[in-house]
């Protein structure tokens, strides 16, 4: 809404929440997330045509356009639990505007929703007797966190999907003449509503099922000496393939591709399609064995106990320029380090304490009282790795590339283990000072090669 302020002067945004502190933030000089850009954009326009507030309803009754971007979350109880999205916020959202409303509007679906959640909120929206028209577009968002203001001011594609009446294209007009502002007209796709629904899906699952890919491979590099690196910037040349999203890792995270694959499951179980509901729990499936490799190979390398041990954690957040640990494999990989009772001590340069403490004690195993005392969280990776026997690359922060490693290695006990989940550090330059390094996807050292550890 910020870029859209910016780009269109003529066009007042206004940005409502409930929630009061979210919105103090919004209207304060510290914004309440991290995002390369943002600030920059936000002072830019805020007071002029960006404004934030927490009266709902009365800027909602006075818009042409409402764009919806509530929260959708994976329902955690009841039918579909577990795969199903939670659309409750969006349907209260829905019956609110339908209170408000005084005048024709048309309703934007930016959350990322099932397929055809349009249909049931024009529903809703229809149903409300007041005779007022609303139209239902689906404009879904394919910026990414850490990159998303270049994203938005030079997106690949921006996808409108609207009714194929003549007042669901006059609507969908409208919401290109404010993307056109700054948008080549050529990038701009106007599609039917469940084209535009089903493509924001298919879009993560193609792009999280190439990490899984990839993922798989580093697998099979590391029992055969192939170097995943190298065999991506192999297949990457293929311009069929291209060189996008071919990094191992150790897991993708973040809050859209485990939830939005789930959900392309539950619509094709819901359809009877069994085969390509299991094709796409496969993604998942690799992503969750990507995990559990990476602690295997930490507890198997450190002879086969990490118990008592201080282990450093680099990193927290699922990618790097980002605050956010929604579905971080650091959260999985942490806990399978102090289900082994190592200590662990983390630092990342933008999650806070309380965020890491929230999120490893409140998932799905909740844990013991005395385990959190294992967890200790620093802010500096010098701290962290201090009398450390092993340290876990866990996201690909710029600054873990230029650490000094020499003096870490001196504070550390030995044999001195790095993991680098994220293929950022120089390997060889690391055990020519005697680390013993385990990257993912690269030949093993002698070390790891004689200890087993497959998932
Ligand atoms: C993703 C999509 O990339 C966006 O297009 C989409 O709009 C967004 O979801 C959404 O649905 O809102 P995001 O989750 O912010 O964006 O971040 P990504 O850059 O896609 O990274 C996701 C995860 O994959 C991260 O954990 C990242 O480290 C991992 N990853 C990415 C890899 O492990 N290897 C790669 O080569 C690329």
């Not at 007071?47 to 800027?59: A, C, P, Q």
């Not at 969006?90 to 930016?110: L, T």
């Not at 990038?187 to 699952?205: D, G, M, P, Q, R």
């Not at 859209?256 to 539950?266: A, G, S, T």
Request: charged share 25%; hydrophobic share 40%; proline share 4%.
């Amino acid at each position: 809404m910020a870029v859209i302020a910016l780009k269109c002067p003529k066009v007042q945004v206004v940005v409502v929440d409930i929630s009061t502190p979210r919105i103090t933030a919004w209207n304060s000089d510290q914004l309440p997330i991290y995002e390369p850009g943002l600030d920059d954009v936000v002072k830019q326009c805020k007071g002029k045509n960006l404004f934030f507030s927490t009266d709902v309803e009365k800027h909602v009754a006075e818009a042409d356009i409402v764009f919806v971007s509530v929260n959708t979350p994976t329902k955690t109880q009841g039918l579909g639990a577990g795969k199903a999205a939670d659309l409750t916020y969006w349907e209260s959202a829905a019956r609110m505007i339908a209170d408000v409303s005084k005048s024709d509007k048309i309703v934007v679906e930016k959350s990322t929703v099932p397929v055809k959640t349009a249909e049931a909120i024009e529903r809703i929206l229809t149903h409300n007797n007041k005779g007022i028209n609303f139209q239902i577009l689906s404009n879904p968002e394919f910026l990414a966190e850490g990159t998303a203001i270049k994203d938005l001011f030079n997106p690949d594609r921006v996808l409108i999907g609207g009714r194929e009446t003549s007042g669901g294209q006059k609507a969908i007009a409208a919401l290109r003449d404010v993307y056109a502002q700054w948008v080549p007209i050529d990038k701009i796709i106007c599609t039917n509503l469940w084209s535009a629904e089903l493509s924001k899906l298919a879009a993560n699952a193609f792009l999280a099922q190439r990490i899984s890919s990839v993922n798989a491979m580093s697998a099979l590099c590391e029992a055969t000496g192939a170097d995943v690196t190298q065999v991506s910037q192999a297949i990457g040349k293929d311009t069929r393939i291209g060189p996008k999203f071919l990094n191992a890792s150790v897991g993708f995270g973040g809050s859209c591709f485990q939830k939005d694959i789930l959900n392309l499951v539950y619509i094709c179980e819901c359809h009877g399609l069994a085969e390509v509901a299991n094709y796409w729990k496969q993604v998942i499936k690799i992503n969750d064995y990507q995990k559990t490799r990476f602690v295997n190979r930490i507890v198997s390398s450190m002879f086969n106990t990490v118990s008592g041990k201080k282990v450093a954690i680099l990193g927290f957040a699922f990618k790097k320029d980002t605050g956010d640990t929604r579905e971080t494999p650091a959260i999985d990989v942490c806990k399978g380090l102090i289900g082994d009772k190592a200590k662990i001590s983390i630092y990342d340069p933008q999650v806070q304490e309380e965020q890491i403490t929230r999120d490893l004690a409140l998932k799905k195993f909740p844990m013991s009282p005395t385990s959190v005392k294992q967890v200790a969280c620093v802010w500096d990776a010098y701290e962290a790795t201090k009398g450390a026997h092993g340290i876990c690359i866990l996201t690909e922060w710029d600054e873990f590339k230029l650490l000094d490693y020499k003096r870490i290695f001196d504070g550390m006990e030995k044999p001195a283990f790095v993991f680098d989940g994220r293929n950022v550090v120089d390997a060889e330059k690391l055990r020519k000072i005697g680390f013993i390094v385990y990257a993912i996807g690269k030949p093993l050292d002698a070390w790891l090669k004689d200890m087993p550890a497959v998932a």
